[in-house]
């Protein structure tokens, strides 16, 4: 979420609660666990336009990771 205050620019100058993002995702996971939420796939691609086709050919020609 972001500030309502204009003036908080850093982290260390949010007044709210910080969680780092380790702690936050081993806690989400411990959540889904214990509600015996099934693990969701990735998406393997299969159906993707050719335009999307064109557009990751062009990031893995500049050598970038999708």
Do not use: H, I
Request: net charge positive; proline share 8%; with cysteine.
């Amino acid at each position: 979420m972001a500030s309502p205050d204009p003036k908080v620019n850093s982290a260390g100058d949010w007044p709210g609660r910080v969680v780092a993002y380790r702690d936050f995702a081993a806690d989400l996971a411990a959540r889904r666990r214990s509600l015996c939420e099934p693990e969701v796939p990735r998406n393997t691609g299969n159906r993707r336009t050719v335009s999307k086709r064109a557009l990751l050919g062009a990031l893995d020609q500049l050598g970038a990771k999708w």
